[in-house]
């Protein structure tokens, strides 16, 4: 399965985007799929995750209250919904998905596409 992320863009601080992550086949519902971000000379970091079933949904500490995800299985997309941006938010978000030992790790995960920058100015 592969993913393109999409719906990045420039904001100001305190403005929303909706981040879309479309996959190009179906997987099954055990699996897992995440949204990474990377700001420039940092690692990727985790934002969110949960299963295609919808169970166990994670968020990040800083995401938790500004950050939600949805899913449209039939559209085999999922959605970040990122309110109050903050310059720190700046960086390019990917998603990913697999079955990770550690659903906070980024190597447990495939799929990758480009990612889709996002930039928060202040």
């Known amino acids: 399965v592969q993913l393109q992320a999409s719906g990045g863009g420039v904001v100001q601080t305190g403005g929303s985007l909706r981040l879309s992550c479309r996959a190009n086949?179906?997987?099954?519902?055990?699996?897992?799929i995440a949204w990474f971000r990377q700001a420039p000379g940092k690692e990727r970091e985790f934002v969110a995750a949960?299963?295609?079933?919808?169970?166990?949904?994670t968020y990040a500490n800083f995401a938790k209250g500004r950050f939600s995800i949805s899913k449209d299985n039939r559209q085999l997309t999922m959605y970040l919904q990122m309110n109050n941006l903050e310059p720190e938010d700046t960086g390019v978000y990917y998603c990913?998905?697999?079955?990770?030992?550690?659903?906070?790790?980024?190597?447990?995960?495939?799929?990758w596409g480009p990612g889709t920058l996002v930039t928060v100015s202040s």
């Open positions: 990913g998905t697999g079955a990770p030992l550690y659903r906070r790790d980024a190597r447990g995960y495939g799929g």
């Open positions: 086949a179906p997987s099954t519902s055990n699996l897992f």
């Open positions: 949960l299963r295609w079933s919808g169970a166990d949904l």
